[in-house]
């Protein structure tokens, strides 16, 4: 990846998140160490949060053996898969090193047919390496070469990923350092391999930008659009149970007040 193909990308990713940031403090010790499973049910419902309500009924839904990796909790018959990932891909991107393994990351996102058989992996073989006890520092090897060597392919037709889901907890700039944010925003992503913001007339990044835009740019790139205010307050109000668990489970994993569901909203 070029200088500037890595300074566009973490300004992106930056601003997706700046305003939800709720940062944490650089290699936060209370925040290291071993991933305790969430509640199988709760841990499903995560997951099918990343879809739109009419898919979710027919996806496949992966649960995380910490001691194994993803298994799955349901077969689907849709062509769509969803996952809460506890240590997403973003982690594998940058020089700085992953020295330890979070336990506090919530990064739940959905792939068709094409992204299931190409970008799903690298979600897998992460869980997998980790629970087989691989070190952070080699394992962000691993994946980083694999890339290089193309091991990991680019998605074979155009396709999307969902990650409409009311909470998200992941690093906020992967390609600078190791700061995470908890936020609220849901989006959904589109498949752009090895193109540019420039190059499909992306729109401006930022908070409530009206156009798509390019991030991580490379074979696993994708084009972003949010959703509108109206649609992500209904997203957040219709899942105001479920993060009401989460941030009683960690505290780490509760939204900052302005993206809280407020108190008169009800599931």
Known sequence: MSRSTTRLTAFIVSMIFSFTIHAQPKQDQGHMGK???????????????????????????????????????????????????????DAMRGSWPLKEYRNDILYPISFDEAGAKTIMPVFFDIAKMQAKGTSPIELKNIIQDRFKKKYYKAPERAGISYMLSPILRTYTNPDQDDHVITASVPHVMYYAPNVTNAEVGGGKPGPGAMYPFVILHGPHGYSVQFLGKTETEAVRKEYKELLEQLCAINKAWCLPVADAPSSSAHH
Not at 60 to 81: C, M, Q, S, W
């Open 35 to 89: 991933i305790e499973p969430l509640p199988k049910d709760l841990e499903i419902r995560l997951a099918l949060s990343a879809l739109p309500p009419h898919l979710r009924d027919s996806a496949t839904v992966y649960v995380l053996n910490p001691d194994r990796g993803f298994e799955i909790a349901r077969k689907g018959t849709n062509g769509f898969h969803t996952l809460v990932s506890r240590n997403g891909d």
